[in-house]
């Protein structure tokens, strides 16, 4: 990866800073960010220190808010012309239905509306790299059906069998599917991955009432004891993440998914499902039109 630059979102803990680390101990250039200056800046000494080289650089944003995302395109497009690799890592579970900024509910915005964003901010970035790569992170119990009705909560936010964060998960892999396709010619592919369970700090503080009401009397023990002993290696949980993004075997592939092992799986139906695909992309396009057009401006 010497000689190639990777912007990797949610980069200043877990799984995310660890993707950053294989991949400039790859030899890349990593941009790190994350919501808090002074972490992300400690975040990049650290993968200095253990990648060997000082080709690491930090930058804070609120990747949920659109100010955010359009401040960091800004201050990315001044220091570079070309991006090889956008990790769209940026996740959290979140207890309650919460709104971002910009009135938009806050897991919906990371794991859906901020890659959608991002993605296209970065888009002369990506296209100047010649074959330049996004991978989208899916997560928790992804698959299940995507409520045009609900697709930010608004109906019914947790249950029995539906958690939000799985919803926005599905609806991550369906973003997926759609960008590889409007991407086509572009020479930018865009795959999912799924990383594993890792104890990160996500995951570290996770409410009981996260989980599904089913899962609820067995979460403390598998929070506090299980979690802990079985999911430490974060390295692990990083190595899909990696592969996508720095691996020569997947060159050209785009609208894949990928499992925690590395392994090709096919999408979902509701991924897949075109109506699916129009319903959240749209969705997309009418809440980032006034960040983007403003750009363009
Ligand atoms: N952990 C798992 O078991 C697991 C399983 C499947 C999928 N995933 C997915 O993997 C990805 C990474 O998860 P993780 O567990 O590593 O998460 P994490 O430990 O919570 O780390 C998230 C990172 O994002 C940053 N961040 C949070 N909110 C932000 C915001 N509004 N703006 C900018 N940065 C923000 C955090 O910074 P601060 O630390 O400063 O808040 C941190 O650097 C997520 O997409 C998650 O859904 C995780």
């Avoid at 930058?59 to 960091?72: E, I, M, N, V, Y």
């Avoid at 919906?108 to 509306?113: D, E, G, I, P, S």
């Avoid at 109506?275 to 749209?282: D, E, G, I």
């Amino acid at each position: 990866m010497t000689g190639k630059t990777a912007l990797i979102t949610g980069s200043t803990a877990g799984i995310g800073m660890e993707t950053a680390r294989g991949l400039a101990k790859l030899g890349a250039s990593v941009i790190l960010v994350g919501i808090d200056h002074t972490q992300a800046q400690q975040a990049a000494q650290d993968i200095r220190t253990s990648a060997g080289h000082d080709r690491v650089s930090a930058f804070a944003a609120d990747l949920t808010s659109l100010h955010g995302l359009l401040q960091l395109g800004s201050q990315i497009a001044e220091r570079y012309n070309a991006l090889d690799v956008l990790v769209n890592n940026v996740g959290m579970n979140r207890p309650r239905r919460e709104l971002t900024a910009d009135g938009v509910e806050k897991m919906f915005a990371a794991h859906v509306l901020t890659p959608f964003t991002l993605t296209h901010l970065l888009l002369p970035q990506l296209k100047s790299a010649g074959h330049a790569r996004v991978v989208n992170l899916t997560g928790g119990i992804p698959g299940g059906p995507i409520e045009h009705d609900n697709l930010l909560g608004e109906r019914r936010f947790i249950g029995w069998t539906f958690s939000h964060y799985n919803h926005t998960k599905t609806m991550t892999m369906a973003l997926t599917a759609r960008l590889a396709r409007e991407l086509q010619g572009t020479g930018v592919t865009a795959n999912v991955v799924y990383p594993g369970h890792g104890y990160t700090p996500m995951n570290r503080s996770t409410p009981i009432t996260a989980f599904p009401k089913l899962y609820r009397p067995v979460a403390p023990l598998v929070l506090k004891v299980v979690a802990p002993l079985f999911l430490s290696d974060l390295t692990r949980s990083a190595r899909s993440s990696v592969y996508l993004a720095a691996t020569p075997e997947v060159e050209g592939l785009t609208g894949a998914y990928f499992d925690d092992k590395c392994r090709r799986k096919p999408l979902p139906a509701s991924a897949l499902d075109e109506r699916n695909q129009s319903a959240v992309w749209n969705l997309c396009v009418r809440l980032s039109t006034d960040a983007l057009t403003s750009t363009q401006a």
